[in-house]
């Protein structure tokens, strides 16, 4: 039986997409990152898992520009990261999506802030509209959609500015479990056929060992990476069978055992 | 409304409250109050005649520059305020002040600093309506969803594009709120200055009409008055009504 190896030694000789490097974080009085390293190896997902409040979020907008740390650097193709870049797209937990337009606007919205002309922008939303399977709501409004169609469109929104780096903060937390079980078979796929690289943060150590080639396990505040996890014989595997694979519940029961001391 | 089960149309409970008006007024228990039929007889000679024309057009001149002001300064102000802490802590108290101080008191002040002419009457009318304008304003910037404000950041908004694109459309709701009732203020902003600065526009015929106790013609223009206040107001909760799909939804 195949274990999960634990040290990423295969790391070193792909390359890497997005590193932090020492990185530190405190909000007044709250340290919430201390000292963080870790690598994000191109065109794989890794899952960011760790006990809430942990500074996962924090770490993905760092990563995102969206947040300076207090110390540290975070480097996306071999550039220091100093802000927002178009190198970079985020998927929002609460979807982030416009009330007041449409969803082909939204979908657009990325493209229309970098400056593409409407046309162009609009045919690019249409071809990822329909690649998400929202074909026929170009015109509808976030409020006439379902929870698991608002995210469709939030994951839309961040393909279609062809970003290398996905940055995922908990995207399928607030749809019902079909739509995320679909979710996760959408997003395997998507890690197979796109050649990005994927920052996804989870709950869930299912959800985790599903989607990813690497699970980096945060430790609880000031956050570090405690250990990194590569369930590596999984992705061979076809995605009906993931469940049932012994490589895949014996990943879990393992995180669930490394956690659990955190919890209790 | 529904009366033992027929629909009656909106506001049909002014019809019984003009009932009313026209029995007080065919009574003569007063001469302030002639009966409604004759205000509304007197209200068709007035509207025909040149000094009401000119003060339409003079009110309405003083009401929209103010109007127009109030908005285009108190909007931005508001954001602003609503974005920045700073700008917030040192703006916030004066505008708490002029919402609630009596403005008819400072006019006197306006009048020395400005004259006595058009420009003290706009100012005036300006001051009136703005506050609101800014206080709803911020309050719709801070409620705005803070992952709005990061996804735009995240795709590369510039301070401005977040400005027109993100904070002014997710504080829509309650700009129009604040709108309207600046626009109902600065009504009264504009008739205050009228009556107090120089008399012009309906201020002077007002003046005119209560010194020669011509009743009928007093009542017949501030009909007019109300009836327009009420419209602009309406039209106002209309536009508010388009934007209210998403006001609970941010
Ligand atoms: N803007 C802020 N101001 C002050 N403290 C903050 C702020 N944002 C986050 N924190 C604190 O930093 C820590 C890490 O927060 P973060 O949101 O990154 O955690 P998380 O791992 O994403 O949690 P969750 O799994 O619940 O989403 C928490 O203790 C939180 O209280
Ligand atoms: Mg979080």
Redesign the interface.
């Known amino acids: 039986m195949a274990m999960p190896q634990t040290k990423p030694a295969p790391v070193a000789t792909t390359d890497i997409a997005v590193s932090a490097r020492s990185v530190s974080k405190t909000y007044g009085e709250t340290e919430a990152l201390r000292d963080m390293t870790i690598e994000f190896p191109r065109g794989q997902l890794t899952s960011l898992l760790g006990p809430s409040g942990c500074g996962k979020t924090t770490l993905l907008?760092i990563i995102?520009?969206?947040l300076e740390p207090n110390s540290g650097t975070i480097e996306v193709n071999g550039k220091p990261v100093t802000g927002?870049?178009?190198d970079?797209?985020?998927v929002?937990?609460?979807f982030?999506l416009?009330?007041?337009a449409s969803v082909m606007r939204n979908v657009a919205?990325?493209l229309?802030?970098?400056g593409v002309a409407k046309s162009e922008r609009e045919a690019i939303a249409a071809k990822y509209i329909a690649d998400v399977g929202l074909k026929g709501f170009e015109k509808s409004?976030?409020?006439e959609l379902s929870g698991g169609m608002r995210q469709r469109v939030g994951l839309a929104r961040a393909l279609s500015?062809n970003a290398d780096v996905l940055l995922m903060d908990e995207p399928f937390s607030a749809v019902d479990e079909q739509t995320r079980r679909k979710f996760q078979e959408d997003l395997l796929s998507l890690v197979q056929n796109e050649n990005k690289t994927f920052i996804f943060v989870t709950h869930s150590i299912e959800e985790a060992v599903y989607v990813s080639d690497q699970i980096a396990l945060l430790l609880p505040r000031p956050s570090r990476v405690s250990e990194i996890i590569r369930p590596s014989g999984l992705r061979m595997k076809d995605v009906d069978n993931i469940r049932r694979d012994p490589e895949y519940l014996d990943t879990v029961d393992r995180i669930w055992a490394l956690l659990r001391s955190y919890v209790e | 409304m529904t009366l033992y089960g027929y629909r009656l149309p909106a506001m049909s409970s002014l019809i019984l409250w003009g009932l009313l008006w026209e029995a007080i007024g065919q009574m003569e228990v007063s001469f302030f109050v002639p009966p409604l039929s004759e205000v509304i007889v007197t209200l068709f000679e007035v509207v025909q005649t040149s000094a009401f024309q000119k003060a339409l057009w003079e009110t309405a001149y003083a009401f929209l520059a103010g109007v127009f002001f109030s908005i285009v300064i108190g909007i931005p102000t508001g954001i602003l305020m609503g974005k920045n802490r700073l700008i917030d802590e040192l703006l916030l108290p004066w505008v708490n002040i002029f919402l609630s101080v009596p403005l008819t008191a400072l006019v006197p002040v306006l009048m020395v600093l400005f004259g006595f002419g058009m420009t003290s009457i706009i100012i005036t009318t300006t001051l009136f309506a703005i506050w609101i304008i800014i206080l709803n304003a911020r309050v719709g910037v801070m409620q705005i969803?803070r992952?709005?404000v990061?996804?735009?950041?995240?795709?590369?908004?510039s301070p401005w594009?977040a400005f027109v694109?993100?904070y002014f459309?997710a504080a829509?709701p309650e700009i129009l709120g604040g709108v309207r009732i600046g626009i109902i203020r600065a009504v009264k902003g504009v008739i205050i200055g009228q009556l107090l600065i120089s008399i012009v526009g309906f201020g002077a015929l007002f003046e005119l009409y209560s010194n020669n106790f011509l009743m009928s013609h007093f009542w017949a223009v501030l009909l007019v008055l109300f009836a327009l206040a009420f419209s602009i107001s309406e039209l106002l909760a209309m536009l508010e009504r388009r934007?209210a799909?998403?006001a609970a939804?941010?």
């Open positions: 907008k995102a520009g969206l927002p870049g178009e970079r797209a985020f929002f937990q609460d982030a416009l009330p007041w919205f990325g229309e802030l970098r409004f976030p409020h500015v | 969803n992952s709005l990061d996804m735009a950041r995240s795709f590369g908004a594009d694109k993100i459309w829509l934007v799909y998403y939804k941010r």
